[in-house]
């Protein structure tokens, strides 16, 4: 029997997932048969759970538009699939051929495990969350709760695949009203000293308004703050005709509710110029640039999902 023509000829399809992966060393055949068997999991459980779906009626029409519409695919995570064991492996012609098996029944009863734990966790944070007070707390709670879910219905994915007993999804629609509640709740006053153009201070507020949150501008209470300091410091050398502006701007982000720091984000640089004033504006611009990648990512990262 081939198993690299035919993956089940080893396992029996009705016992296992398999599949056949290629590669210039057996690292990469290992690794392109995990990725071909969870993309097999990806293209058949969509059409399967369609199905399912349709033929239990015990998921809302509704819930499982929202989960699939979310996400153009289902991502499943190679080093994270559980169960995937390279089963076999050859080496023709100097290229290596790898097969991936996955026992079926272990891996449902793994799933069914972790849903069981991960729907427990889920309704711990809901039944944990208050009302929208302006503080970063519920925020993240909410944030948590939502991947959580996400995760949920991933993982209910492939239970179901492989189950003939079929869990059913969990709607993440209220989990993102109270987000989204949640976020317009803060309202952030962003102080910076040692910006003297006002650049860095509309570069933040920008960053916190893009994000959801709200920026104070007298006409609302601050719930927290977002403090940047700014220590500037001139730079030349002997016979370089360039004088440089060298900064270390400190960022931290105080919620104001529970008095407690949620963020702080630090970052140095320097830019050049014939002037002083034309290395600042300079600087000022890559600083503005940064905050806008860097410490947006850090924000985002954290408290939105």
């Not at 272990?106 to 208050?130: F, H, M, N, P, Q």
């Not at 370089?240 to 970052?267: G, H, I, K, Q």
């Given at each position: 029997m081939n198993w690299?023509?035919d993956?089940?000829a080893f396992?029996?399809?009705?016992?296992?997932?398999c599949?056949?992966?290629y590669g210039?060393?057996?690292e990469?055949?290992?690794?392109n048969?995990?990725?071909e068997l969870?993309s097999?999991f990806g293209?058949?459980?969509?059409?399967?759970?369609?199905?399912?779906?349709?033929e239990?009626g015990?998921?809302?029409e509704s819930?499982?538009?929202?989960?699939?519409?979310s996400s153009s695919e289902?991502?499943v995570?190679v080093?994270?699939?559980y169960?995937v064991e390279?089963a076999k492996?050859?080496?023709?012609?100097?290229?290596?051929?790898?097969?991936?098996?996955?026992?079926?029944?272990?891996?449902?009863d793994y799933?069914e495990?972790?849903?069981s734990?991960d729907r427990?966790?889920?309704?711990a944070i809901?039944?944990?969350?208050g009302?929208?007070d302006g503080s970063?707390?519920?925020?993240?709670k909410t944030?948590?709760?939502?991947?959580l879910?996400n995760d949920?219905?991933t993982k209910?994915?492939?239970?179901?695949?492989?189950s003939?007993?079929k869990e059913?999804?969990m709607?993440?629609?209220?989990?993102?009203?109270?987000?989204d509640?949640?976020?317009?709740s803060?309202?952030?006053?962003?102080?910076?000293?040692?910006?003297?153009t006002?650049?860095?201070k509309?570069?933040?507020?920008?960053?916190f308004?893009?994000g959801g949150f709200?920026?104070s501008?007298?006409?609302?209470a601050?719930?927290?703050?977002a403090?940047?300091?700014i220590?500037?410091q001139?730079l030349?050398g002997?016979?370089?005709?360039?004088?440089?502006?060298?900064?270390?701007a400190?960022?931290s982000v105080?919620?104001?509710v529970?008095?407690?720091?949620?963020?702080?984000?630090?970052e140095?640089g320097?830019?050049?110029?014939?002037?002083?004033?034309?290395?600042k504006?300079?600087?000022?611009?890559?600083?503005?640039?940064n905050l806008s990648?860097?410490f947006?990512e850090?924000?985002?990262?954290r408290?939105?999902?």
């Amino acid at each position: 029997m081939n198993w690299e023509r035919d993956p089940y000829a080893f396992h029996p399809q009705s016992d296992y997932v398999c599949a056949v992966g290629y590669g210039s060393s057996a690292e990469d055949a290992d690794m392109n048969a995990r990725k071909e068997l969870a993309s097999l999991f990806g293209m058949t459980v969509r059409s399967t759970t369609s199905r399912t779906v349709m033929e239990l009626g015990n998921l809302e029409e509704s819930t499982y538009t929202e989960f699939f519409a979310s996400s153009s695919e289902i991502v499943v995570d190679v080093d994270a699939l559980y169960g995937v064991e390279i089963a076999k492996r050859k080496e023709p012609d100097g290229n290596f051929v790898s097969l991936a098996v996955m026992e079926k029944r272990a891996t449902r009863d793994y799933y069914e495990a972790v849903i069981s734990s991960d729907r427990s966790r889920i309704k711990a944070i809901e039944e944990s969350l208050g009302k929208p007070d302006g503080s970063f707390s519920l925020v993240e709670k909410t944030v948590e709760l939502i991947r959580l879910i996400n995760d949920l219905n991933t993982k209910v994915v492939l239970y179901n695949y492989l189950s003939d007993i079929k869990e059913t999804f969990m709607s993440v629609a209220d989990a993102k009203k109270v987000f989204d509640e949640a976020r317009k709740s803060v309202v952030l006053h962003v102080e910076v000293v040692g910006d003297e153009t006002g650049t860095i201070k509309s570069t933040l507020s920008k960053i916190f308004t893009d994000g959801g949150f709200a920026v104070s501008k007298g006409d609302l209470a601050p719930t927290a703050k977002a403090l940047v300091t700014i220590g500037w410091q001139e730079l030349s050398g002997v016979g370089n005709p360039f004088v440089f502006a060298a900064y270390t701007a400190d960022v931290s982000v105080v919620d104001l509710v529970r008095n407690e720091s949620v963020l702080v984000y630090t970052e140095t640089g320097r830019e050049g110029h014939q002037s002083i004033e034309g290395a600042k504006i300079r600087a000022e611009r890559l600083l503005s640039e940064n905050l806008s990648t860097q410490f947006k990512e850090t924000l985002m990262s954290r408290y939105t999902y």
